[in-house]
């Protein structure tokens, strides 16, 4: 049999070239180190078309998207510090499946303390850099929830976000573990010059938001 014969022969039985599953790439690379917001984005293809593409985490589905561009944005200050796996899956319509797992390094550090985070958040809050300012108030949250600095960098942060009302709360009254006030109550609210600045601040902003009342 020649070769020329071949496509002939697959013409009359109804043969045809087995389709190609799936394949998937990713923007990270194995050993990265993350920190903050890192925007994942991935690219699939398959012959028989895409129908969805699946972000998840250390095995936990965070994101699904049924058509491009697919795109992830991960925020990393959620995560423990340390090891994890991003694991990029892609579906397609005739049933076939394909991940892609990237080991990454998450280090935001956190081992810096509170007090650097804290000064980092008002610094970036005070220069209109209200992003980057929050996600340092949330590092310093992070290490230690009940830590004063942590409260004042939450409250500004939240003031930055037109969350006055959250803002004020952080100030006065004890954090709250299970719905249950933690610390000691006497120390709310907090008396310190910075935290009656802010919640003065905070209190001015939201009354500007405010109906002025009928005279």
Same mark, same amino acid.
């Given at each position: ?7 002939? @022969?697959? @013409? ?57 561009? %697919? ?46 985070? %804290? ?44 969350? %006055? ?11 709250? @573990? ?38």
């Amino acid at each position: 049999m020649t070769n020329a014969m071949i496509p002939v @022969l697959a @013409l009359l039985v109804g043969w045809s070239a087995p389709r190609t599953g799936p394949v998937v790439t990713v923007s990270l690379k194995d050993g990265e180190v993350l920190a903050d917001v890192v925007k994942v984005a991935a690219t699939a293809f398959s012959e028989s078309g895409i129908t969805r593409v699946e972000f998840s985490v250390d095995d936990q589905l965070r994101l699904t998207q049924q058509k491009p561009p %697919y795109e992830y944005k991960w925020d990393t200050v959620d995560e423990t510090e340390g090891r994890h796996t991003l694991i990029v899956s892609a579906f397609d319509t005739a049933g076939g499946a394909v991940a892609k797992r990237v080991k990454v390094e998450v280090d935001n550090g956190l081992t810096l303390g509170v007090g650097h985070h %804290y000064k980092a958040a008002i610094a970036l809050l005070r220069s209109g850099k209200v992003e980057e300012g929050t996600l340092a108030a949330r590092k310093a949250y992070k290490i230690d929830p009940l830590n004063h600095d942590s409260l004042r960098a939450m409250a500004a942060a939240a003031g930055a976000a037109l969350q %006055y009302n959250r803002g004020i709360d952080l100030l006065e009254k004890p954090p709250m @573990l299970n719905n249950q006030p933690v610390g000691d109550p006497k120390l709310f609210p907090l008396k310190d010059p910075i935290a009656v600045e802010l919640r003065g601040w905070l209190r001015v902003q939201r009354a500007a938001t405010q109906p002025t009342p009928a005279s």
